[in-house]
């Protein structure tokens, strides 16, 4: 009785951690999918490319002194 009483109590942990990480995951989805976010993503990718561009003129003036 106390053996199977265990062999359920670890099989509702594995589901429930299972069910929780199920939720937490679509949570996520929908945090990263939001338009918030994809702002967030826009501005990001932009500045990145300038520092590339600016980076990019620093190596070139660089190369060329030399």
Do not use: P
Request: aromatic fraction near 8%.
């Amino acid at each position: 009785m106390l053996k199977e009483v265990l062999n359920v109590a670890k099989v509702a942990k594995k589901s429930s951690l299972f069910l929780g990480g199920v939720a937490f995951g679509t949570l996520g989805l929908k945090v990263l999918a939001s338009k918030e976010a994809k702002k967030g993503y826009s501005k990001a990718l932009a500045k990145s490319l300038q520092i590339e561009r600016w980076t990019g003129c620093i190596c070139f003036c660089c190369k060329t002194t030399r």
